[in-house]
């Protein structure tokens, strides 16, 4: 009797609220990790939309990238958190399986707004078949190379190795080709270009499969016997070689172009076919910032369109040209100015074919294992079969002990 | 007359123990009542809406033509049951509301229709159902709820079960929801086995021992405390007896009654399953099993047969609830021996006099003993109470009873003696075994305190020299280390042992050796730590030391040189002797230090390779926050404190023996 008077006071009280709404402004909180242009970029979108809407003011606040994850899984779930937050997919299993952090929007999301974005993007946010959260930004890796010594990128993986044999003198630690190989992140290019991965399905592990040991196999071919890419490819040794003109091409993300030395005149393609995988391209993984609206809001309705709007074609145009970030709005490269941008057409042209990070909350679980196998294997104390057997029973108990009641 | 003090210890002791323990008893027993009484009716709830997921099932599994909405079933089954006041049917395709009486849907439009954006909650429901359904399937081992509901404010009660079409048998195709008013409901247990658990045995006692008293005149009055006591005990215990056993008999037989009209109303809804089926002209068959009485994972129950038998056993089975308030008796019965063995013996006497003879010290340290229990035995016992359980980032928002695991965390650990794995390419360490992490740790820490206090007491050694000029710049220079952040020190020292652009390896370019990957090996990633760990830890030692040094009287040393003693002699047989005292605990805390430095370990070589170099506290962390085994990491925590605790313990008793001999 009492709770039912009481719902039906808060009933009323939320009514008087709908009714008052342009007068006691609803405000959003939205939390994000940018610095820089990509702060600005993205204020400039949050602004437009207060501006827009009426009785919706937006607040936001950059959270220092290291405490983000730590701050959302703490604060949301026990709704001290914001309405609204942006984060890349690797954590949304994590947060879906502790509960009461991230909203499904699935019933909000029709075949309209799945049209909208970059193929494959939503399905980072998507878990157990539920739709979290809209895709805002992408980011893969892709090919870059020295212009200089290379003219025209190539398309197979033959075209790559000869040419990248041509600008290797290892004496002179010069090579054709660098990146993080032993990085399963940079590996996973190859490894899904061989049809490989490391959990199917669902939270299944399957490190060890005979996809994932073909392709450890070709980028072992491509250190020992052709001899094309560094030992030890740090990530600071790649930037290194890179910016002193002893790398011809690399593959890496959006995120290194800040670091090229402007000495340097590089460009961008996708990243080759596999012609030891029958011709099927290189798929890097990708991962997908997605904007999430969370669970103990109050306001969902309208976080909703707070999400919506970010991921609008409008908002997309202000973060790729302002921000310089690779919106998963695909209308936004049809945009002319967009067009003409050679970095953002390649980086595109690669999501096509890339796929997204799996977002289950086991990956932690993986990487450990896998680094562990992947230096092994290039230092020659294993077999990859070998290394990657001991990997995946090292990860299918870490899972079995997880899942079990 | 005298009334012994003894005897009235005695007796409050009994009354108090009795009293708490018996309304700590009738709390417990009442929760089982009710948790009994939400379960029975939970599954009311839930017979009613299998059955008509049932019917919903056969009714959309028909052919397109003949298809319609299930409004009229539901109206059906709504007038067959009087329990059921709203039904709703919602399919997930296309978030369509299928037919429903609940009053806020007709509100919002006449089924069937698509769901409005306001009735979000009703389509993630279905979504949520669906996907419990998959992930069940998917990983042979239920764990998510496949029957979601509970009671509402009004003493209703909702129940959503998923139907699914002949077309995918094990996809959820939407959710039936009921809001049923259930024929059982709550009733508190009897109150008086409290009064008479309370009263019964202090009053027997105080009256018996006053008749005794006159009668029997014991010359001990020793023995008479250890027999009254005895006395006490027993009649205590019969109590506790006595009051449990009422309680348990109670569950028990409402238990029966449960089962029974639970059976009647499975009876009455498989009528109507089958009138209604006729009705509708639906193409549906009552299988030979009862599969409408389930669990929260939708597994049957089996205690009603398909023509609603009770199975023979139900009244005697022992279910969980009941165990439970067993378990919860036999704790109280011990809390409450507790107590009057407390009262009893002149404990709480005592305790009384201390706090009243003392009271303005206890009111001034009771901002700290409350500070101490919310920030330090809180989470502390907390912690421990987990690593009982199997708590891990799936099952969080369980109660910690639901998930005990009792020891089986400690057996993992501390029983896993595979130190040594076997494989194909011959044999290697299990880096992920305890004894391993153990011994890395306890070499760790030997090796760490060693280097520390060396070249602490070597250095400060040099510093003490009278003769030594600008003393204070070299103090000064050898304390910062000491100054600057730990992890600041960690990851500059990480980057010195980079491999390729390490001045470390560059170093040993100039001398024409050979680059080391210094992360690569157990052992070079050991000495890495070593090193910098070696560098944070000497400057406290040196200080501790310096300020030893300057302690020892140089008296001393004179006397020593006109005995004609030489610098060893000096060292040996003054210096470390006086140093003693101020070395001592210093070496103890630096034990626990490096016991325990997490940063280090973590940012240096990150127990790298393998996981062969983590010590016991950071692979704690990794066990928590990289596999989300929180109850597993407890267990691990708690194993590391009872090491600590146990050094402790031995290192008092050894430092209390040496300080004796001298």
Request: aromatic share 12%.
């Amino acid at each position: 009797m009492i709770h039912n008077r009481i719902k039906r006071s808060l009933l009323l009280a939320a009514l008087a609220c709908c009714m008052s709404a342009p007068l006691a402004a609803t405000e959003l909180v939205v939390w994000h990790a940018y610095r820089g242009a990509e702060k600005e970029a993205f204020q400039a979108v949050v602004d437009q939309f207060s501006k827009q809407s009426d009785g919706i003011t937006v607040k936001t606040l950059a959270v220092p990238y290291d405490a983000y994850a730590d701050k959302i899984t703490a604060a949301v779930p026990r709704g001290k958190g914001p309405d609204v937050f942006i984060f890349a997919q690797d954590r949304l299993g994590g947060w879906i399986e502790a509960g009461n952090t991230v909203e499904p929007i699935d019933f909000y999301v029709d075949d309209e707004m799945r049209a909208r974005f970059l193929d494959r993007t939503l399905d980072a946010l998507t878990y157990r078949d539920i739709v979290y959260g809209l895709p805002l930004n992408f980011k893969c890796i892709a090919l870059i190379y020295n212009k200089k010594m290379i003219d025209a990128p190539p398309k197979t993986s033959s075209e790559l190795v000869a040419l990248a044999k041509k600008h290797t003198n290892a004496a002179a630690g010069q090579y054709g080709l660098a990146y993080s190989y032993s990085d399963f992140f940079f590996h996973a290019a190859l490894m899904n270009g061989f049809g490989g991965g490391v959990f199917a399905p669902g939270p299944k592990p399957t490190l060890n499969r005979a996809e994932n040991v073909k392709s450890i196999e070709l980028i072992l071919k491509w250190y020992k016997q052709d001899g094309i890419v560094p030992a030890e490819p740090s990530t600071a040794l790649i930037t290194s070689l890179f910016n002193k003109g002893k790398a011809a091409m690399i593959f890496n993300g959006p995120w290194f172009l800040g670091e090229i030395d402007s000495s340097i005149d590089y460009a961008l393609a996708p990243l080759p076919t596999l012609d030891e995988a029958g011709g099927t391209p290189m798929k890097p993984w990708m991962t997908i910032e997605g904007v999430y609206v969370s669970a103990p809001s109050k306001n969902k309705d309208e976080a909703f369109d707070l999400v919506n709007y970010l991921t609008s074609l409008e908002a997309g145009k202000v973060m790729a040209l302002q921000g310089r970030q690779l919106p998963a709005n695909k209308a936004v490269y049809a945009i002319d100015e967009v067009k003409k941008d050679p970095v953002m057409q390649a980086f595109v042209a690669q999501s096509k074919v890339a796929v997204p990070m799996p977002n289950l909350a086991e990956m932690s679980m993986f990487w450990s294992p896998a680094t562990t196998a992947m230096n092994t294997i290039i230092r020659g104390t294993a077999t990859p079969k070998a290394a990657l057997d001991k990997a995946q029973v090292q990860v299918e108990k870490a899972v079995a002990k997880l899942r079990k009641q | 007359m005298h009334i012994s003090h003894n005897i009235i210890r005695v007796t409050l002791g009994l009354f108090v123990g009795g009293l708490i323990s018996a309304f700590l008893g009738y709390w417990f027993a009442e929760g089982a009542l009710r948790e009994k009484v939400a379960e029975t009716r939970m599954r009311q709830g839930t017979i009613r809406a299998m059955a008509l997921a049932d019917l919903v099932h056969a009714e959309q599994s028909r052919t397109e033509k003949d298809k319609q909405t299930p409004g009229a079933l539901i109206q059906f089954w709504q007038q067959r049951h009087q329990d059921i006041d709203a039904v709703r049917v919602m399919r997930l395709s296309g978030a369509r509301l299928l037919a429903s009486s609940f009053s806020d849907d007709l509100e919002n439009g006449t089924p069937p229709r698509r769901l409005k954006r306001s009735e979000k909650a009703i389509y993630d429901m279905g979504q949520l159902l669906r996907a419990n359904v998959d992930t069940n399937r998917e990983e042979g081992n239920p764990r998510e709820p496949e029957v979601m509901g509970g009671e509402l404010a009004n003493g209703r009660l909702r129940v959503a079960v998923p139907w699914f079409t002949a077309k995918s048998p094990d996809k959820a195709a939407g959710f039936v929801q009921l809001e049923i008013s259930p024929t059982i409901q709550t009733k508190d247990p009897a109150f008086q086995p409290v009064l008479v658990l309370a009263l019964v045995p202090a009053l027997l006692f105080f009256f018996g021992s006053l008749i005794l008293g006159r009668v029997v005149k014991l010359e001990h009055p020793e023995s008479v405390v250890w027999s009254s006591m005895t006395t006490a005990v027993l009649l205590l215990i019969f109590g506790l007896l006595g009051f449990g056993n009422y309680y348990l008999i109670d569950l028990g037989q409402e238990n029966v009654r449960f089962q029974q009209e639970l059976a009647e109303l499975y009876t009455a809804t498989r009528t109507s399953a089958e009138e209604g089926a006729a009705e509708f002209n639906l193409d549906y068959q009552i299988g030979f099993s009862n599969d409408w009485d389930v669990n929260e994972f939708r597994q049957p129950l089996r205690f009603i047969s398909f023509d609603g038998e009770l199975y023979i056993g139900v009244g005697t089975a022992q279910d969980s609830v009941a165990n439970r308030l067993g378990m919860a008796f036999f704790a109280c019965s011990l809390l409450a021996v507790a107590l009057l063995v407390f009262f009893g013996l002149g404990g709480a006497a005592r305790l009384w006099r201390t706090i009243v003879d003392y009271r303005e010290a206890y009111v001034y340290t009771l901002p700290a003993m409350i500070g101490m229990l919310v920030l330090v035995f809180f989470p502390f016992s907390y912690g421990i109470a987990l690593s009982f359980t199997d708590q891990t980032l799936y099952n969080t928002e369980k109660p910690l009873l639901d998930i005990w695991a009792g020891l089986s965390n400690y057996i993992e650990i501390i029983g896993d003696f595979n130190l040594i794995q076997t494989t194909e390419a011959g044999w290697s360490f299990n880096y992920e075994n305890f004894y391993w992490t153990l011994f890395i740790t306890v070499a760790w820490t030997v090796v760490n305190v060693t280097i520390g206090v060396s070249v602490g007491l070597v250095l400060a050694l040099l510093l003490n020299n009278k003769n030594l000029k600008f003393k204070a710049v070299y103090r000064g220079l050898l304390i910062l280390p000491w100054a600057v952040p730990s992890y600041v020190t960690a990851l500059i020292w990480k980057g010195m042992f980079n491999r390729e652009f390490g001045p470390i390896n560059h170093t040993l370019g100039i001398l024409g050796l050979e680059p080391i990957a210094w992360f690569d090996s157990v052992f070079t990633s050991f000495l890495t730590g070593i090193t910098v760990n070696g560098w944070l830890s000497f400057p406290f030692m040196m200080v501790i030391c310096l300020g030893g040094l300057q302690s020892i009287s140089a008296d001393m040393y004179e006397a020593a040189r006109l005995d004609g003693a030489n610098r060893w002699q000096q060292f040996r047989y003054i210096t470390l002797p006086s140093l003693k005292p101020t070395l001592i605990p210093a070496i103890i805390l630096s034990v626990v230090w490096t016991f325990n430095m997490f940063n280090v370990i973590y940012l240096v070589s990150g127990g790298q390779p393998g996981g062969s170099n983590e010590i016991l506290i950071t692979k704690a962390y990794k066990l928590a926050f990289q596999d989300y085994r929180y109850g597993y990491s407890a267990a691990y925590s708690t194993v590391i404190f009872m090491i600590l605790l146990i050094y402790g313990v031995f290192q008092t008793k050894v430092s209390r023996a040496m300080e004796s001999n001298s």
